[in-house]
Structures are given as C-alpha cells and as structure tokens.
T-cell receptor
Framework: DAKTTQPNSMESNEEEPVHLPCNHSTISGTDYIHWYRQLPSQGPEYVIHGLTSNVNNRMASLAIAEDRKSSTLILHRATLRDAAVYYCILRDEGYGGSQGNLIFGKGTKLSVKP | DTAVSQTPKYLVTQMGNDKSIKCEQNLGHDTMYWYKQDSKKFLKIMFSYNNKELIINETVPNRFSPKSPDKAHLNLHINSLELGDSAVYFC????????????FGSGTQLSVL
C-alpha cells in the first residue's frame, strides 16, 4: 500500500507556479522520495527524486521538509502540457528484489487552466 | 526511436482466449517490469525481471506468465482471459541499481468481452 498522502486534485493557471504537496509521516531513513507523473493516455514518467536535500532539475524542484515527513513538488511555470496525475512515491534505497517495486498511490490530478 | 515499446496498443478479445503483449526496450537496461492499471487508475506492479530472471512476482493469477527471451524483451502471456483482466498494462525498464528511474511504455489497453 502507498505510504504517502496527496490531495486528490489541484488546479493551476498557466504560467503560474504550482506546489504539489505530499505527506509521508512514516518515512524511514532509507526511503527516497520519488515523483512520477502520468499524462493522459500515456505511461508514467519520472520527474524527480531526493533523500534529504532539495533537488532541482529541468522539469521541477523538490523541496523536502527538514523532518522528511513531507515534501513539495514545485513546477515553476505551469504549462498546459503539465496537466497530469502526479504521484509521490517512497522507495527504499536497498538494492535487490524490492528496488523496482514502485508503489503508486492515487496521486494528485493537476489541471492547468489557460 | 521509442525507448520502451509495447504491442499491441489496443487488444480486444473474448473471455477464455489466450493473448500476449510484447515489450521491447532499446535502452540497454537490465531490469524490466509489468504494471497493471485498473479502471480506478491504480497502478500495481505485477512482475519484475533482472537479466531475464524473475525478481518480483506480486499476487498475480497463474494465468499470467511473463517470458523474457533476452534482457531487451519481456512479454506477457495471459491464458483464459477473464472480464476482470480488462485494464491497461504498462511495461517499464530501468538500469539495475538502487533508485534508478523507470522508463514506461505507452501502455496496452486490454478489453475482455
């Protein structure tokens, strides 16, 4: 079962920043925080991941709370193409059979208005 | 070139039939997966293969049998299809190692009538 909690849906205006929250109060010390998104009629797509420090890449930024019990995915300027379901997933760093077991929750459906 | 490709994209069949979904990746990854997304949009892992060997086999009926002829391919064969098998099936691949990101195919929509 998913160990994260996300709002079911969020709305944003085009060109504005979007902050997608995720709660993971039972996170363990070896859990990485991963974000994937799924655009309509497509497979999931990796967005970003981190452990303790904030992370930036060309798609988004990930802000991780100091106690690691929550995180926020930040899209700096939402576009219509960012409309998707965003999944926050905890993944153990352990190597082995469980490494591929991404456990997807319900995610947050992001709508972007022009 | 498509990194992870699945065929067919759509599959409509009758109950009781046997069908296969093919998956190929050209990324040189050692690990491949099958995920199922049901009508409520929940994504669940079914199988994981590393270098052609089964690593993960979640609670999936024996009617589902993955086959990995080489590490670039992971096909899914389904026997005696049931109505409840209707879903979108996604293939994915990743390099081997902790926290490597997964690359997903575009999915195969299976409809069992």
């Amino acid at each position: 079962d998913a160990k994260t909690t996300q709002p079911n849906s969020m709305e944003s205006n085009e060109e504005e920043p979007v902050h997608l929250p995720c709660n993971h109060s039972t996170i363990s010390g070896t859990d990485y925080i991963h974000w994937y998104r799924q655009l309509p009629s497509q497979g999931p797509e990796y967005v970003i991941h981190g452990l303790t420090s904030n992370v930036n890449n060309r798609m988004a930024s990930l802000a991780i709370a100091e106690d690691r019990k929550s995180s926020t995915l930040i899209l700096h300027r939402a576009t219509l193409r960012d409309a998707a379901v965003y999944y926050c997933i905890l993944r153990d760093e352990g190597y082995g059979g469980s490494q591929g077991n991404l456990i997807f929750g319900k995610g947050t459906k992001l709508s972007v208005k022009p | 070139d498509t990194a992870v490709s699945q065929t067919p994209k759509y599959l409509v069949t009758q109950m009781g039939n046997d069908k296969s979904i093919k998956c190929e990746q050209n990324l040189g990854h050692d690990t491949m997966y099958w995920y199922k997304q049901d009508s409520k949009k929940f994504l669940k892992i079914m199988f994981s293969y590393n270098n052609k060997e089964l690593i993960i086999n979640e609670t999936v009926p024996n009617r589902f049998s993955p086959k990995s002829p080489d590490k670039a391919h992971l096909n899914l064969h389904i026997n005696s299809l049931e109505l409840g098998d209707s879903a979108v099936y996604f293939c994915a691949s990743s390099p081997t190692g902790p926290n490597e990101k997964l690359f997903f195919g575009s999915g195969t929509q299976l409809s069992v009538l």
